[in-house]
């Protein structure tokens, strides 16, 4: 039988050993943790200038004020004036600064020549007639009606614009340029455009007339 004095020794001797390694030396200090440095920003690039939309000025639409012909009446057309600005044109029509060639015109006047190759299958005529702007951007707004009886007309730009507002608007970028179009008017008669911009609204009337007709259905 074992004697109860050395059974107690052995733990003993676990624990003084234990406290003698656990206080024999210095304990080692931790590593401090790591901290990542954080990243300078990224600088955003510079917005390019070309970037935003170009927002053109509101044009409210003006009352009409195209005067009225009786019927039979001579057409008080407007005269053409000589052109020395912008866009090829020798003669314009009306007080600008977007105005018709009168180039376009029967000798280069204000009465469009109504020809059988310009006749729509709906009976109206469509004429080739280029605009020409000096020292104007913005909105424009051309609408166009007859003036001396029943009838229909209407203008527009050929590459640029929409249909609004009783008539064609467009946004003008270039302050002297001139810009292709076409008027269509129903038959002969008296007509006439307002055009419309944000610093001025002029009125010009002129004439329609059948030319070389002889076989054509007649309106």
Do not use: N
Not at 39 to 60: G, R
Not at 104 to 130: H, I, T
């Amino acid at each position: 039988m074992r004697s109860p004095k050395r059974l107690t020794r052995v733990p003993a001797l676990v624990l003084l050993t234990t406290l003698a390694a656990a206080c024999g030396g210095p304990v080692p200090p931790r590593p401090s943790p790591q901290v990542p440095t954080p990243a300078p920003p990224t600088a955003s690039p510079p917005m390019s200038p070309t970037a935003s939309p170009t927002v053109s000025a509101v044009l409210e639409p003006r009352p009409l004020r195209l005067p009225v012909v009786r019927a039979g009446a001579r057409c008080p057309t407007t005269s053409p004036r000589p052109w020395s600005g912008p866009g090829e044109a020798s003669r314009v029509l009306g007080d600008g600064p977007v105005y018709p060639i009168a180039d376009y015109f029967m000798k280069g006047g204000a009465v469009l020549d109504l020809r059988p190759e310009d006749r729509e299958p709906d009976g109206s005529y469509v004429k080739k007639v280029r605009w020409v702007v000096a020292d104007y951007t913005g909105p424009v707004l051309i609408r166009a009606a007859r003036v001396d009886g029943k009838g229909t007309a209407s203008a527009r730009f050929s590459y640029t614009g929409e249909r609004r507002d009783g008539g064609y608007h467009a946004d003008l970028t270039m302050p002297r340029t001139s810009v292709p179009g076409t008027t269509t008017v129903g038959g002969p008669g008296c007509y006439a455009y307002q055009i419309d911009g944000t610093t001025f609204s002029t009125v010009v009337v002129f004439g329609a007339v059948k030319v070389g007709a002889a076989d054509e259905p007649s309106s």
